[in-house]
């Protein structure tokens, strides 16, 4: 973006822009395409008439979900072709993302999975009504349906989401204690011990693009195939790895470096003191962005 295009600072996308960002990110699921997104609606707002506009933020949050919108389409397509598991872009975050337990969910790669499962006129509906509570009538201007169907809209996602989400909220203490107990049960190389630390029942998921030699194609289940499948693959490589704290999407994660190069960025969720999914993002194309944190806002 040219000097002569950029926004001044004292410019409404400028004060609102963590936020936009976040509306973007969270509608779509990835930090490159919500950028994209941030970049055309700037130019739209650059060019409009703003004479009549009396509440920037409605204004430029509605640019932005159409904009998104419009990305969402084209990326679900995208996706269809996509090899092995899709996992969202994961973000390099604040620690103080963590305080806002709404912000915190609603970027966590647990949930943003689940909001892949919903059309995008629905996750549109439920970013913009159970994340930044945007008025319906507000969110019907966006998305181009009436404030009636609009809340006929969000009871459904609601639904959806609840019947898919994490059973159990836990507390970012908690959470962090068990993440890093994982961290030093991988650094001390008794991958067994690992048994500990995961639920029976686990979930391990790994998204490679299918760029990444020996990256499961499927998801695992169940903490001793998740177990058997890390010592098969540690016992490959042919360098020293090491698993490094990496707050990533709102909460502590974990990035497991080969030869000092971060190879995946992994993020977890947590129930009863024990690691019940795990999701690894080891697409490169998908890593590039972690090493500067995002502008998270609500």
Do not use: C
């Amino acid at each position: 973006m040219s000097d002569a295009s950029r926004p001044a600072p004292e410019d409404p996308f400028v004060t609102h822009r963590g936020l936009l960002f976040t509306v973007a990110y969270e509608m779509l699921g990835s930090a490159a395409d919500a950028e994209d997104v941030l970049q055309e609606s700037w130019l739209r707002w650059s060019a409009d008439d703003r004479g009549d506009v009396l509440d920037p933020r409605a204004y430029l949050v509605r640019i932005v979900t159409r904009q998104a919108l419009n990305q969402l389409r084209t990326a679900s397509r995208r996706r269809e072709e996509y090899v092995g598991p899709w996992l969202p872009e994961p973000l390099r975050t604040t620690p103080d993302v963590a305080d806002d337990v709404v912000l915190a969910e609603s970027v966590s790669l647990a949930m943003l999975t689940v909001l892949e499962t919903l059309g995008p006129t629905e996750r549109a509906v439920f970013v913009l009504r159970e994340v930044f509570d945007v008025p319906f009538d507000e969110i019907a201007e966006a998305v181009g349906k009436t404030p009636a169907t609009v809340r006929q809209i969000a009871h459904r996602a609601r639904d959806h989401v609840a019947a898919r989400r994490p059973r159990v909220a836990v507390d970012a203490s908690e959470h962090d204690r068990v993440v890093e107990r994982f961290i030093a049960v991988m650094n001390s190389g008794d991958v067994q011990s690992l048994m500990d630390v995961l639920a029976p029942d686990v979930v391990a998921v790994t998204d490679s693009g299918g760029l990444v030699r020996h990256a499961a194609r499927r998801p695992l289940h169940g903490a001793e195939r998740v177990v058997a499948f890390l010592r098969g693959s540690i016992a490959k490589l042919d360098m020293a790895f090491a698993v490094v704290p990496l707050r990533v999407n709102g909460m502590l994660g974990a990035g497991i470096q080969v030869g000092g190069e971060l190879l995946a960025a992994v993020s977890f969720a947590v129930e009863d003191g024990r690691i019940t999914r795990v999701f690894s993002v080891a697409n490169p194309e998908k890593l590039s962005g972690l090493g500067a944190e995002a502008p998270l806002a609500r």
